[in-house]
Every structure is written in structure tokens, then in C-alpha cells.
């Protein structure tokens, strides 16, 4: 804590919606949705509906630190960066506390995000779980946007690893944004992601 508190600094207020479909093969259709809020001052707020697990609501709260370089590897570059740890709790079906890290590097056109969670159950420690978002990606303008994605799932009492690595490809239109993701792509497995998020605060959504 005492590290991540070297990149405090004002931001501002910034509300946003998410919302996404996972559309798998012979499977019922997923729908995720989320709903986030940053004040001034950093702190943040977000809500989550069937993203742990299906019909269970999860409230998270924390506090975002961000940084930005001015002088990067090239003088027309800025190196920014986002840090945000979380705690939580979920409801419904799945019922139980989580910790999480949300992390946002951004480098000229260059961008890197990554959402991580440990999330323990109420009932059994067998649905123990770490979960990782991450995706590496390049917006060469500012109406697109694609890179490489991965999820990684793992349930340490069980000892079980679950990787899917995957592509994504947005599309920007001023403050909305409409990702298309595509995990197991070599696979018979393969499952896809799009979604539709709001960003309230002007600027790329991505930086």
C-alpha cells in the first residue's frame, strides 16, 4: 500500500456501464453486467451480476492510483498507469468475500489491463477460486482497437487450471465502446465474448 500511494493524484469523476454476452456452443447465452464509479478523489465503486458465478450480484469497493510520465522512451509518448485494489462480497447462488486488483498501463498506442480476484466461498473451500482478465492490445486510431486476450481460472483446492487464451477486436464510437472477443480459437471448445460499455468520462476507453 505504502508503494501504490507513491502514484496518487486527483482524477476525475468517472461513471461507466459494461455489459457482455458469452456465447458458447450447446450452452445457454451469459449475460455479465457491470457497473463502476470513480469519484475525484480516486475512490472506487463497482457492481457485478453473474460474473462470479451465474445469478449471484457482487459488490466491490477500493481506492484507484494512477500515474503518468511525461517523458517515456520517446518524447511524443506518456506512460500512464492505474492501479486499484478491491474488496468485496457476493450474493445469491454463489455466496462469499473477494479481494481483486484491476491494473491499466497505457504507452502511445500501446495498452494493458489486467482484473484479478481470489474469491472464497461461504459454503465449501472447494469453489475457492482466482480468476484473471488480461488482455495486451494497440489503437492505432482512435475508432479501433485489438490485441490479444487470456482467462485464466483457478481453483486451488481442487488444483485445477483452466486457461483460455483468446483475440479481441473494439470498436469505438465516442464514449461507447463495442468489444469482440474469441477464447479457444484453435479449439472445438472455443466460446465468444462481445459486449457494449459506456464510458461517461471523455477520452479512449482503453487509456
Known sequence: MALLLLFAEKTTAQPGLEQYCYVEKDKANIWVRMIHYRTPRGWYAEGRYNYEAERSLSIYVGKEF???VRKGFARKSKL???????????????????AGLNLKLGYGKFFFGSQSQYTTSAET???DFFFNWSE???????????GLSVQHTYYDVLNINLFDPGAVIGFEIGRWAFPFYCFNIMEREKYFVWGITLNLEPGSINK
Open 66 to 68: 494512477t500515474r503518468k
Open 80 to 98: 500512464s498507469m492505474a492501479v486499484t485494489p478491491l474488496a468485496g462480497i457476493v450474493v445469491g447462488d454463489f455466496r462469499g468475500l473477494s
Open 125 to 127: 473451500n472447494a469453489l
Open 136 to 146: 495486451l492490445g494497440c489503437q492505432p486510431a482512435p475508432w479501433i482497437y485489438f
